[in-house]
């Protein structure tokens, strides 16, 4: 059993890993001589007692389904936000803590102009593009204390789904 299916990101299944950076029905106010919708404050960021804000580009290689998932990662000291810059979709994999280490992956599949924000000490799977280009702004810690660690999966998953 470790075939994973994709499933659709939704607010409620993501909650425990982080926030879905998505426009709200209402945007909070009108800015910019009312020509702009600001919404506001959508996540959750989080740069720890020794850390500061980075803004960062990453442009990463698109995947393909089905994907096989060996790897995930966490970041003790800080969140980390994922805001692509085209309308395409994207993967997102996270896994629950298990004392320490990640139990069963979920995958989830977000909207075109979505963007989500790992809270700290989350379990997720790398930056996985669908399609190219995999131009994303990436929000996160800078600090000089280390801030990343992986795990192999000793089994390897398979993710397999609908993307469209």
């Known amino acids: 059993m470790n075939d994973i299916l994709i499933q659709p990101l939704t607010q409620d299944a993501f909650a425990p890993y982080g926030d879905i950076l998505t426009l709200k029905s209402t945007p909070d106010?009108?800015?910019?001589?009312?020509?702009?919708?600001?919404?506001?404050?959508?996540?959750a960021m989080d740069f720890g007692p020794d850390g500061?804000?980075?803004?960062s580009l990453f442009?990463?290689?698109p995947r393909s389904l089905p994907y096989v998932l060996e790897l995930?990662?966490?970041?003790?000291?800080?969140?980390?936000?994922?805001?692509p810059m085209t309308q395409n979709p994207?993967?997102?994999?996270?896994a629950p803590d298990e004392n320490g280490i990640p139990g069963r992956p979920l995958a989830f599949r977000t909207e075109a102009g979505q963007g989500i924000n790992f809270h700290r000490n989350i379990w997720h799977g790398v930056l996985t593009p669908l399609f190219a280009p995999g131009l994303f702004a990436v929000v996160d810690r800078i600090g000089n204390s280390a801030n990343l660690q992986e795990y192999?999966?000793?089994t390897p998953f398979t993710v397999s789904g609908d993307v469209t």
Do not use: M
């Not at 106010?29 to 996540?43: E, F, M, P, S, T």
């Not at 500061?52 to 803004?55: D, N, Q």
């Not at 994207?90 to 996270?94: A, E, G, M, S």
């Open 29 to 43: 106010k009108l800015i910019n001589q009312g020509l702009c919708g600001r919404h506001h404050d959508l996540a």
């Open 52 to 55: 500061r804000a980075g803004v």
């Open 59 to 61: 442009d990463a290689t």
């Open 72 to 83: 995930v990662e966490r970041h003790p000291e800080g969140s980390q936000a994922f805001i």
């Open 90 to 94: 994207f993967l997102v994999i996270v």
């Open 152 to 154: 192999w999966y000793e």
